[in-house]
């Protein structure tokens, strides 16, 4: 599990945090990946591309996930 800080934000938006996890190259393709329904938050798809993640969430994508601090 990799884990991601938000260096004293409040929060990350989820387009960007797949975006800076390098799991998309483009917030266009990570818009597309989660209304897909392929991405997790702590366990449930999430289909909202601007869903403020917030410190000690878990975010999942393609057997790949990432803690956020």
């Known amino acids: 599990m990799e884990s991601f800080d938000l260096n004293g934000r409040a929060y990350v938006e989820l387009c960007n945090l797949l975006k800076l996890a390098g799991w998309s190259h483009s917030g266009g393709t990570a818009k597309l990946l989660i209304a897909d329904?392929?991405?997790?938050?702590?366990?449930?798809?999430?289909?909202?591309?601007?869903?403020?993640i917030r410190a000690g969430q878990v975010v999942a994508y393609a057997e790949q996930t990432v803690r956020v601090l």
């Not at 991405?39 to 403020?52: A, F, I, N, P, S």
Request: aromatic share 0%; hydrophobic share 30%; glycine share 12%.
């Open 37 to 52: 329904g392929a991405v997790t938050v702590d366990g449930q798809v999430e289909l909202r591309k601007r869903c403020k």
